[in-house]
């Protein structure tokens, strides 16, 4: 991967679980009720008298090797030099192979187009200079947003490229980064999604 793969970091001992840059994101793009590109998770764990809970903010990961550009049939998705993944709705039929093959599900189904959508990386606000929508937003600046190799430089300790809790980063190289906390490396009891838990 070049270090200049533009990608994610997300400080997960900082993240409240406001939901802010959900709404940001949501709100930028108009986006129709039930599709969200970037989604906070909780996650939960363990027993009393050791109990914890953390948040994980997840979008499009803009993988390295992005499994979505390989299975469209449509030709609906390219890399861009920086590395953004992005997806031309005007090619799209709307199959769904996309969000089936990607292992974060990060595409999304629009119900009232009939086609896939999912995060940009806000390329267009990029080309012009500025932060994704959801980076700008955060109040506890638990996101941050630039070429991966600069993200590792700014944050060599405790950074990790998964968490127990994502499924394996081997399959598509995904261009995020973790703080974590100690409790993160314990395997979760469930992961709640909005109002829906699973266990995992």
């Given at each position: 991967?070049?270090n200049?793969?533009?990608?994610f970091?997300?400080?997960?001992?900082r993240?409240i679980?406001?939901h802010?840059?959900?709404?940001?994101?949501?709100e930028t793009?108009d986006?129709?009720?039930?599709v969200?590109?970037r989604?906070?998770?909780?996650?939960?764990?363990?027993?009393?008298?050791?109990?914890?809970?953390?948040?994980?903010?997840?979008?499009c990961?803009?993988?390295?090797?992005p499994?979505?550009?390989?299975?469209?049939?449509?030709?609906?998705?390219?890399k861009?030099e920086?590395?953004?993944?992005?997806?031309?709705?005007?090619?799209?039929?709307?199959c769904?192979y996309?969000t089936?093959?990607?292992p974060?599900?990060?595409?999304?189904?629009?119900?009232?187009?009939?086609?896939m959508?999912?995060?940009?990386?806000?390329y267009?606000?990029?080309?012009?200079?500025?932060?994704p929508?959801c980076?700008d937003?955060?109040?506890?600046?638990?996101?941050?947003?630039?070429?991966?190799?600069?993200l590792?430089?700014a944050?060599p300790?405790?950074?990790?490229?998964?968490?127990?809790?994502?499924?394996?980063n081997?399959?598509?190289?995904?261009?995020?980064?973790?703080?974590?906390r100690?409790e993160?490396?314990?395997?979760a009891?469930?992961?709640?999604?909005g109002?829906?838990?699973?266990?995992?």
């Amino acid at each position: 991967m070049s270090n200049r793969q533009l990608g994610f970091y997300v400080n997960v001992a900082r993240c409240i679980g406001c939901h802010t840059c959900e709404i940001a994101c949501k709100e930028t793009y108009d986006l129709e009720v039930g599709v969200r590109w970037r989604r906070v998770r909780a996650v939960e764990g363990g027993a009393y008298p050791k109990p914890y809970a953390y948040f994980v903010s997840m979008a499009c990961n803009h993988c390295a090797d992005p499994i979505c550009v390989k299975v469209c049939p449509a030709g609906a998705y390219s890399k861009r030099e920086d590395g953004l993944v992005i997806h031309d709705q005007s090619k799209c039929i709307g199959c769904k192979y996309c969000t089936m093959a990607c292992p974060y599900t990060a595409p999304q189904f629009d119900e009232a187009k009939g086609k896939m959508s999912k995060c940009s990386g806000c390329y267009s606000r990029v080309d012009d200079g500025k932060q994704p929508a959801c980076v700008d937003a955060c109040p506890v600046r638990a996101l941050e947003f630039g070429p991966l190799g600069d993200l590792e430089s700014a944050h060599p300790a405790d950074l990790a490229e998964t968490l127990p809790v994502l499924p394996s980063n081997k399959q598509t190289n995904p261009s995020v980064r973790f703080k974590v906390r100690p409790e993160v490396t314990l395997r979760a009891d469930r992961i709640v999604d909005g109002h829906r838990a699973r266990k995992v």
